[in-house]
């Protein structure tokens, strides 16, 4: 197959495009890309033949690395916007989990789904022509139930979406964790070509590296800033049986009242163990009596960092050091490659965690 190799960077990162297996220069390119959802690339052609072989649906395939090293910024997906410019176009395409996304509608039933692994029930779904699911033998042990809303006429995107949803599990391993109650959850993303990867997050676990450590004095990142939100913080915390209604108990943390003001919920769950409601709201609360933190900064030369990949970072909005995820990221590859990326965990609503505690 003939190659056009374009060295976009002074960086030295080779790329060859491709649309519908023919060659074509660019003279732009861009990434962007987040947590469960389809990454998109941009660039720029310029010429009549060049845009005479785009066309909304063609096929994309991006091979780019340094020398003959394959990295995360190789890509295979379809053309889905073209906007003309005075020299030629603006090429914007989507990675193939797109095709999950208008795939035909299937029915799943109780029977195919109800006591299977997710993620299994996941991977199976996203096994499709276009998508490469070699990798995902691992399982989540998190199995299928009716309460989950699995079932029923659905996308092949919707379906993978309610099995991420529910595939988490809450553990108190004192050996691998220093708080009493910690979540692990999944999300997934094609970090290059169309390979899929089913992303297990434990970033709250002792034993789990992160890829990078950054701080404000740090030479290589640039524009740290942190955002913190309050809107799940839960300070007061009231759970009730729903088969006992004189079966209450409300646990409040009052050095966080005191800082940010009451913030209550109120939860029912079939439960009369009054025992295991104290023991949950006051786990729940010491969990989320505090805002959540997320932060983005910028990096050159990153491109092997991946979604879901740890990253710690020491920040004035954080008493200690915190681990956080990758959960989105853009790429630009003028003057040189540099990465702008959000670090974020997903966080459960109260219900959520109740139905994992009880």
């Not at 983005?296 to 030369?301: A, D, E, G, I, K």
């Amino acid at each position: 197959m003939p190659t056009i190799t374009t060295e976009l960077l002074a960086d030295g990162l080779n790329v060859s495009v491709y649309i519908n297996d023919k060659p074509i220069e660019i003279t732009s390119l861009e990434y962007k890309a987040k947590l469960d959802t389809g990454r998109q690339v941009s660039f720029k052609v310029s010429g009549e033949n060049s845009v005479h072989h785009c066309y909304v649906g063609s096929k994309i395939r991006i091979k780019s690395g340094r020398g003959r090293e394959v990295s995360n910024l190789s890509f295979a997906g379809l053309i889905k916007e073209i906007t003309p410019t005075v020299n030629g176009a603006i090429i914007v395409g989507i990675d193939y989990m797109t095709s999950l996304a208008t795939s035909s509608h299937v029915n799943y039933t109780n029977n195919e789904v109800i006591g299977r692994d997710l993620y299994f029930l996941a991977r199976n779904a996203m096994n499709i022509p276009d998508i490469d699911t070699t990798f995902l033998t691992q399982g989540s042990y998190v199995s299928a139930t009716e309460g989950m809303g699995l079932t029923g006429l659905q996308t092949r995107k919707e379906f993978v979406q309610k099995c991420i949803d529910n595939m988490y599990f809450l553990t108190e391993d004192s050996t691998s964790y220093a708080s009493l109650l910690n979540i692990v959850y999944y999300n997934y993303a094609i970090h290059r070509d169309n390979v899929m990867d089913i992303i297990k997050i434990d970033a709250d676990n002792i034993h789990i590296k992160p890829v990078l450590k950054i701080n404000m004095t740090n030479n290589i990142v640039e524009n740290l800033a942190g955002v913190v939100d309050a809107s799940r913080i839960v300070n007061s915390y009231t759970i009730e049986s729903s088969t006992n209604k004189n079966l209450t108990y409300t646990h409040n943390d009052n050095d966080s009242i005191r800082k940010h003001g009451v913030l209550s919920e109120l939860v029912s769950v079939e439960t009369s163990n009054f025992p295991l409601i104290v023991n949950t709201t006051q786990k729940f609360v010491d969990k989320n009596l505090d805002p959540s933190l997320n932060f983005t900064f910028t990096l050159r030369n990153a491109e092997h960092l991946a979604l879901g990949d740890i990253v710690e970072v020491t920040h004035p909005l954080s008493v200690k050091a915190i681990k956080l995820p990758i959960s989105e990221y853009g790429l630009t590859t003028k003057d040189g490659i540099s990465t702008t990326i959000t670090l974020g965990r997903k966080r459960l609503t109260l219900a959520e965690t109740i139905a994992k505690s009880l």
